[in-house]
């Protein structure tokens, strides 16, 4: 039996080619080694992910994880601009299959507002979150870790729906860095990068196996 691990990919046009690629952070990769699975990449191509229980043996399939990248296109009106909507629909089809046959989520950076939003979280506009290295707070254990942060957008820790449990947040403005959902699937999010520098890997890697089962 193969331990898959399903990974969605970032979209970009390229303009001096005319070409659209799909492609991922390889550091991915290791992060996925590190919980003993073997990545599967899944293309941004709607058609793909509308029957995935006929192309995968489903117990095969441990997680799906959301790389970074892009921006959600339900975020365009609040100035985002990189924007893939057929990644979008791909996403949501995956939370679906994941929805039905009981697979766990890992959602990082974008991955995590996708899935906020999904369950009726507001994603807004937030300031001093790119390209930094700041201290987020452990919500349960009250340990802090330095993590890394590469987004323009961000959920604050009020009026949150019942069903996203924060794990951390960011001090300084009150947002929330990582949570996670039980109902209506399992998922664990980041809004820092763990396959990246100063991504608290150790930290990232022990909540991965201790909230998901792996």
């Known amino acids: 039996m193969n331990n898959l691990a399903l990974i969605s990919l970032r979209n ?3 303009n001096d080619r005319n070409e659209t690629r799909d492609s991922i952070d390889t550091a991915i ?22 029957d995935l229980e006929n192309i995968f043996n489903i117990e095969d399939v441990k997680c799906v994880l959301f790389s970074g990248g892009n921006d959600l296109d339900i975020l365009k009106n609040k100035g985002a601009k990189n924007i893939c909507m057929t990644r979008d629909k791909v996403e949501l089809n995956l939370i679906e299959f994941c929805k039905k046959n009981d697979i766990p989520i890992i959602g990082i950076c974008r ?10 979280a507001n994603i807004n506009k937030i300031e001093g979150h790119i390209n930094v290295i700041h201290e987020v707070t452990m919500i349960e254990s009250l340990k ?15 009026n949150l729906p019942s069903n996203i449990k924060p794990l951390a947040y960011y001090i300084k403005d009150n947002t929330i860095e990582c949570f996670r959902t039980i109902t209506p699937f399992r998922s664990l999010n980041f809004m820092w990068h763990p396959e990246r520098f100063k991504g608290a890997k150790i930290d990232s890697i022990e909540l991965i196996k201790n909230y998901l089962k792996f």
């Open 12 to 14: 970009d046009h390229l």
């Open 29 to 50: 990769y290791d992060l996925i080694s590190e919980i003993n699975l073997i990545p599967l990449l899944v293309p941004n191509s709607p058609a793909y992910t509308n």
């Open 111 to 120: 991955g995590f507002q996708l899935i906020a939003n999904y369950l009726g």
């Open 144 to 158: 802090k870790i330095q993590v890394n942060s590469f987004h323009s957008f961000g959920l604050k820790n009020n």
